[in-house]
């Protein structure tokens, strides 16, 4: 009889451990969202979430980087939520969904965070992110190269 409380205990702390991870960042991006009357989808997605607060050479090269990585993709599962459209190409403006962030609710949901944060989305909830402050790293992070190479339809 042990064993069974022992396994019904073990599954009800990895359902808890499973539900935790992230919650917080999920919980931040979909009242970002929600104002702008969006949800987190179920589809595998990736968020582009731009400060107020930022380094425009950082911004340039992340933007950059990202255009030049869907060059011949024509469809791609990525939202960029910014407060203006500074340095986002028109290329890049017709691959990826934009949501204007007038109310500049990023700054209030992720008021630690600087630059840009990535986050990658599926089932409703943030399965990774990563906050772009430091100035000094601007690569993609491996998981955003990963995500495109999967995801993106190429022409």
């Known amino acids: 009889m042990k064993s069974y409380h022992f396994i019904f205990l073990f599954f009800i702390l990895q359902v808890f451990i499973g539900c935790y991870n ?4 999920t919980e ?14 179920d589809e595998h997605h990736l968020y582009f979430v731009r400060s107020n607060f930022y380094c425009d050479g950082c911004i340039q ?18 939202t960029i939520i910014s407060p203006d459209q500074r340095h986002i190409s028109d290329r890049l403006l017709s691959k ?26 599926k089932n409703g909830k943030v399965l990774e992110y990563n906050n772009m402050g430091d100035s000094k790293k601007i690569d993609l992070p491996q998981f955003v190269n990963d995500f495109l190479r999967e995801e993106t339809i190429v022409d």
Request: charged share 20%.
């Open 28 to 41: 931040k991006l979909n009242s970002i969202l929600i104002k702008y009357e969006k949800v987190i989808p």
């Open 61 to 78: 090269s992340i933007f950059f980087q990202l255009d030049n990585a869907l060059a011949n993709s024509s469809s791609i599962p990525v």
């Open 22 to 25: 992230h919650s917080e960042e």
């Open 96 to 121: 990826a969904k934009y949501i204007n962030d007038s109310l500049r609710m990023a700054d209030k949901a992720f008021s630690a965070y600087i630059n840009l944060t990535i986050f990658e989305t």
